[in-house]
Each structure stands twice: as C-alpha cells, then as structure tokens.
C-alpha cells in the first residue's frame, strides 16, 4: 500500500502563486513515477503534470511555462509549483503515483491517489 498527502492548496489572487506538495509512504520503489491531477467542478479530472524517478517531465499545455513539477527522492515528496495563475485553474488538485510491482513476468500496475487539495484563484 501507498499513502500520499497532499499540501499547500489555498485560496489566491489572479497572477499568484502556490506551491503544492506531496510525500508519500509506504510501498514505494525508486521507480515510481509521480504526478498532478486536477478536476474543477462538472469537469472530468485532467493531468496537469507527471514526473518520471529519472526526472522526465510533461505538461498539460494549459500550465505549459507556468507551472514546475519536480521531486526530491530522498524525501519521497513531489511538488508542483503553480505561478500566473488563473481562475481557471481553480480545481482539486491530486497528487498521483504509478509503478508496478512483483516479478517481471507477473508484475501488476499500481495506481495511487491522495484525498485532494483545493485551489481557488480568485479574479
């Protein structure tokens, strides 16, 4: 089992910015890749940015340049940096962690998510 929990979310003004974090215990392995989600309301959830345990990283276009995901292993902990902000990222966002585990002829894919952090960005 792995357990993530998120923090940093909050409410901001247009053109701000927060940073977000997320540490995760557990069964983690060294090659668990992490990421960001996030669902505004009526909205399907939606990936906003992912990083590989190599550091490979991708964007959703809409944070392309604002946004910076990035990871400190060490601490199991992955963050998402979020500047010029708009009211149209005000969402929940999830922190998300894939991998897989056991033998490789019988190994299974992992999918965990954390309980949400709420971001507002007021205009």
């Known amino acids: 089992q792995v357990q993530l929990v998120e923090s940093g979310g909050g409410l901001v003004q247009a053109g701000g910015s927060l940073r977000l974090s997320c540490t995760a215990s557990?069964?983690?392995?060294?090659?668990?890749?992490m990421g960001w989600f996030r669902q505004a309301p009526g909205k399907q959830r939606e990936l906003v940015a992912t990083?590989?345990?190599?550091?490979?990283?991708n964007y959703a276009d809409s944070v392309k340049a604002r946004f910076t995901i990035s990871r400190d292993n060490t601490k199991n902990t992955v963050y998402l940096q979020m500047g010029s902000l708009k009211p149209e990222d005000t969402a929940v966002y999830y922190c998300?962690?894939?991998?897989?585990?056991?033998?490789?002829?019988?190994?299974?894919?992992?999918?965990?998510w954390g309980q949400g952090t709420q971001v507002t960005v007021s205009s």
């Open positions: 998300n962690l894939k991998g897989r585990r056991g033998p490789i002829l019988y190994a299974r894919d992992i999918d965990y």
């Open positions: 557990g069964s983690i392995a060294s090659s668990d890749a």
């Open positions: 990083i590989t345990s190599g550091g490979s990283t």
